[in-house]
Nanobody, 125 residues
């Protein structure tokens, strides 16, 4: 059972990246999913989440309107499209399956069941 996050890299301010999160050994179909990030010297924080039915989502205020979480059940994948990136978005990004998710409510670290290994996003000119 494993989650793998990838797609990070170095991008200039205003640029875009799409992170991917793939699962092996289990099916993501019935899982709520979240993306978290941890900047240097800071605690891990929730970026966004999506319910298993894709009906409900959550976005942190800092990314609302710029980031979009999605999932492709046919590929057993989840994605985080990040647009208009800012230097303060620099962090290691983690995907996680969630034991609990409520619309418009930030998932917590303790809600995470399986975690990807993290992928580094650096926004710098």
């Amino acid at each position: 059972v494993q989650l793998q996050a990838c797609g990070g890299g170095v991008v200039q301010p205003g640029g875009s990246l799409r992170l991917s999160c793939g699962a092996s050994g289990f099916n993501l179909d019935y899982q709520a999913l979240g993306w978290f990030r941890q900047a240097p010297g800071k605690e891990r924080e929730a970026v966004c989440g999506i319910s298993s039915t894709e009906t409900f989502t959550y976005y942190a205020d800092s990314v609302k309107g710029r980031f979009t979480i999605s999932r492709d059940k046919s590929k057993n994948m989840a994605y985080l499209q990040m647009n208009s990136l800012k230097p303060e978005d620099t962090a290691v990004y983690f995907c996680a399956t969630l034991r609990f998710f409520k619309a418009n409510t930030p998932p917590t670290i303790s809600d995470g069941i399986y975690w990807g290994q993290g992928t580094l996003v650096t926004v710098s000119s």
